[in-house]
């Protein structure tokens, strides 16, 4: 790899890379200090509410609602009578749980006030708190923010929270609950400290190349590590944007001829009735979007007007949405179980319908046709063999979240995994040691990017967007 001489211009060059080209990284700073109070749980009537402060007048502002000259014990609830610290008027009989900083989920002095949940009263406990000198309401996002500039979470983690509180199925679910709990981020904590130690193999080999007692093959340990990293590097960046898609869900079109009761099994599928149903040919004349849970995973669920030439303007309409949506239809029966020459990521499955209507010894079906699904919309047979079906069609576009290494969840991830194996391609080309180590500089800053370090308060901005004012 190396095949020029390490001269004194190069060791110039290496001195002046250290000096003004190395990245930043860390969290931000906290910000002013203040004391920040917000409703964490859901708006609306509920028999429990949880009001949340963090900030150095956490402390004051528990004592002055209670009452009381000191605080309970740390993270253990004690049940108070709250006032308005201004007028002295009862408020609430509540719980109530004081957290020291630094071990609470902002890092800061934080308490919690568990009081009924009607609207009165969190109105009062509100305004009780609002009045309270240093405290101001929070802003949207603004305590799990906190927590990041405290090193509480990663960015990884505080992203994996943000898909915990808006997930709506069991996969999606499991998946942001895995990156709540670091799996990414470690692993790519663990993928930073690789280069760490290649850097400075490389950087050792830089400043004390003539020394004898530098331990042999230094530069090689440096190559074999990249090269390590850049195949695990490459499978992850080969998901297919699965971890993406889990997210913001598949979509499953249902397509046939008229009367084939794809609105049928477009119901069944979503248990409501989102599509009318009628033995008339034709009764859907447009594309029926509704997001279902299919067997846990996050899915878009479209009926189409059925495949035929319509009789008026607005069912030839439909039907030629139906075909943008699902052109690999036109030759089902012959081609269904053919694979794309290209790779295309459509997938299919063939569901013939209204099996209750075959002869019990099955001799009406075709004995050439591909592999398909039976199924009846009418009694629920073979529904369970479609589910499970689907599932497994489903982990294959989405990931499934129970197995394998972690998903990458968002195109930033994409973004600086990219830019870090890019960086590991220039330190393989480079012909100057210089040149080598700051590619690896830049390949960990994309690593350290990714999980929180040096990040712009642009990219933060939008990342926090995403919570509650009470989270």
């Given at each position: ?27 931000p ?77 902002t ?8 009081v ?8 009062g ?59 990414l ?56 944007r ?90 089902v ?21 209204k ?36 599932r ?70 939008v ?9």
């Open positions: 790899m190396w095949r020029v001489l390490w001269t004194l211009q190069a060791r110039e060059a290496h001195g002046l890379f250290r000096s003004c080209l190395r990245h930043a990284s860390g969290a700073a906290s910000g002013s200090g203040t004391t920040i109070f917000a409703l964490s749980s859901g708006q609306g009537r509920c028999g429990v509410a949880v009001i949340r402060t963090s900030g150095p007048a956490s402390g004051p502002a528990l004592r002055s609602l209670t009452a009381a000259r000191d605080l309970p014990p740390a993270r253990s609830a004690r049940l108070r009578l709250l006032h308005d610290p201004r007028s002295k008027e009862p408020l609430d009989r509540a719980l109530v749980l004081w957290f020291p900083g630094p071990q609470s989920f890092g800061e002095d934080c308490a919690e006030f568990h009924h949940g009607g609207p009165a009263v969190v109105s406990v509100l305004q009780a708190l609002g009045g309270v000198p240093g405290l101001r309401p929070a802003e949207a996002g603004e305590f799990t923010r906190r927590a990041f500039a405290h090193g509480k979470l990663s960015l990884t983690e505080v992203e994996g929270l943000a898909d915990l509180i808006h997930a709506e199925t069991e996969a999606q679910r499991r998946q942001a609950l895995r990156q709540l709990d670091g799996e981020g470690q692993l790519c904590h663990n993928w930073a400290e690789t280069l760490t130690k290649a850097l400075a193999h490389v950087e050792a080999y830089i400043d004390f190349g003539e020394d004898d007692n530098l331990e042999e093959n230094v530069l090689e340990q440096a190559d074999s590590a990249v090269r390590g990293l850049e195949v695990a590097l490459g499978a992850h960046l080969r998901d297919a699965r971890g993406q898609r889990l997210r913001s869900g598949a979509h499953v079109v249902v397509a046939g001829p008229p009367n084939a009761g794809k609105s049928s099994l477009v119901n069944l599928l979503s248990r409501k009735p989102v599509s009318i149903v009628s033995p008339e040919p034709g009764t859907t004349r447009d594309v029926l979007e509704t997001p279902v849970d299919l067997a846990g995973f996050p899915v878009l669920l479209s009926d189409t007007a059925g495949l035929r030439e319509g009789v008026g303007p607005v069912e030839q309409e439909g039907v030629r949405r139906a075909r943008v949506s699902c052109d690999f239809l036109d030759t029966v012959a081609h269904v179980g053919a694979q794309s020459p290209n790779g295309s990521s459509q997938r299919l499955l063939l569901v013939l319908n099996m209750d209507l075959l002869s019990s010894e099955g001799t009406d079906l075709n004995p050439h046709l591909p592999p398909h699904l039976l199924l009846s919309c009418l009694t629920g047979e073979g529904l369970d063999g479609l589910l499970e079906a689907l497994k069609e489903l982990a294959a576009v989405c990931g499934d979240p129970f197995t394998g290494p972690p998903l990458l969840t968002r195109a930033r991830h994409q973004h600086h995994l990219e830019g870090c194996l890019d960086a590991l391609g220039h330190y393989k080309e480079a012909r100057d040691l210089a040149l080598a180590a700051e590619a690896l500089r830049i390949a960990r800053g994309h690593l350290t990017h990714l999980t929180g370090g040096g990040g712009t308060e642009e990219i933060l901005d990342i926090f967007r995403d919570f509650c004012v009470g989270k």
